[in-house]
């Protein structure tokens, strides 16, 4: 495989090899205009639908691509692979459709939804594995196998042959539009599509605006690019599962690098506010990484210009329904909406009654209401959870919990009480 920057011009019949590879086996997805953010920002937004995708992600593209290069000797000693979920979903497709044998492995903070959409498309060709809290150590335990067991591993982003495999959806988005976008807005976790379809709209419509992707608690490609290399990120939030990848890859580092692409982060809540759009306004089921660049433009992170022409990939559609209270939660914490408060009631009564009608306006619910601490009997803590009417009552909430005679402490988010009481 020949890296877009090495020989633009063997780097493009490689990603045409891949889309005869993948002719018949994975779908040419949609473009969609979406009418809700064409109003929103003025432009003319389209969605590539990689959720509509085989194992309804893009990940079959690569996956498919690597394997079916394997020559017989390599085929029959088995294949494995680290996923989230989605790869491992591409991998098991392709294990099945090719009838070679493999092993997925996945951390235990994988749904349960594409754990058993993994097992169901692989069916007995392919082994599930679940190890470790985090892709990274799903990671490790594949390199291991790989290395005493004989079978290729196929890196969910790492990898050319994956990469190449990843850019046929940006043959797909020119040839679907009647001219070059003009902003192409792309999902970052490992940096496996960008790094492919990034480079390939590079090279044949370099017009084109790139705009990469990263969710606020998992910015591995930022951090990569303010270090000169790629580095291991000290904490990060695993909520978008799908891109939630602690260091970038050494391959697809320098290529996202080099594709000139813009790359920006998402605050994980503004990423569950548009999953609920998605759903409530266009009946679209996403994952978090399948939102994520389009909550780059329903957030403003993103700006264009009206008129313009836009594509989001919509990446994934893998997303557990078991997930939703936390979506929810997350949405209503980022726009301002849900607060919470520790109060202190006096062991008296009328005090709740107090609290109702001195603090709490007449637009706000009280949502949440548990006794923390009951072993007083002067005085009971309660952890409160207020949902406001609007986001701008909160000064207002404030001010008349400064007035109230009760003891109220606001839970603030991402302070130590947050994380341990909510």
């Given amino acids: 495989m020949s890296a877009p920057t090495d020989s633009p011009d063997a780097f493009t019949a490689d990603v045409r090899e891949a889309v005869r590879l993948l002719e018949g086996v994975a779908e040419r997805t949609p473009l969609q205009r979406n009418a809700r953010l064409s109003g929103l920002t003025g432009a003319d937004v389209w969605l590539k639908r990689e959720d509509l ?23 029959a000693a088995g294949v494995v692979c680290a996923s989230a979920g989605n790869h491992g979903q591409g991998l098991a497709y392709a294990c099945r459709a090719l009838q070679v044998r493999g092993r997925v492995f996945v951390p235990g903070t994988t749904p349960r939804q594409k754990r058993e959409r993994i097992a169901a498309l692989g069916g007995d060709m392919v082994e599930l594995v679940i190890t470790g809290d985090s892709y990274d150590e799903a990671a490790a335990a594949a390199a291991v196998f790989s290395a005493t067991s004989g079978a290729t591993l196929v890196p969910a982003f790492d990898s050319l042959s994956t990469v190449t495999g990843q850019a046929t959806v940006a043959v797909e988005i020119l040839e679907q539009l009647p001219s070059p976008p003009d902003v192409v807005v792309l999902p970052v976790g490992g940096g496996g599509l960008m790094a492919g379809a990034g480079n390939y709209l590079r090279l044949h419509s370099p017009a084109t605006r790139l ?101 989001c990939v919509l990446s994934g559609g893998n997303n557990d329904v078991s997930r939703y209270a936390e979506v929810i939660e997350r949405s209503l914490v980022h726009r301002g909406l849900k607060h919470y408060f520790l109060v202190e009631f006096p062991q008296e009564p009328g005090a709740l009654r107090r609290f109702l009608d001195e603090v709490l306006g007449p637009d706000d619910d009280i949502v949440l209401f548990e006794y923390v601490k009951r072993d007083n009997r002067e005085t009971g803590a309660a952890l409160t959870g207020i949902e406001l009417g609007h986001a701008d009552g909160l000064p207002g909430l404030l001010a008349r919990i400064e007035a109230s005679p009760l003891r109220i402490s606001h839970v603030e988010p991402g302070s130590t009480a947050y994380r341990f009481l909510v």
Avoid: H, W
């Fill in 211 to 311: 705009v990469g992707v990263e969710p606020a608690g998992a910015a591995n490609m930022a951090a990569a690019l303010a270090a000169g290399e790629p580095v291991d990120l000290p904490e990060m939030d695993t909520f978008v599962d799908g891109a939630a990848v602690r260091r970038a890859g050494a391959v697809t580092f320098p290529l996202v690098r080099d594709s000139g692409a813009e790359l920006l982060a998402v605050p994980e809540g503004q990423i569950c506010t548009e999953m609920l759009e998605l759903y409530q306004a266009d009946g679209v089921i996403a994952e978090p990484a399948g939102a994520l660049a389009l909550a780059a433009l329903s957030g403003g992170i993103v700006t264009v210009e009206p008129g313009q022409t836009v594509v």
């Fill in 53 to 75: 995708q085989v194992g309804r992600s893009y990940k079959i593209r690569g996956a498919y691509t690597v394997i079916s290069r394997l020559p017989p000797a390599d085929r």
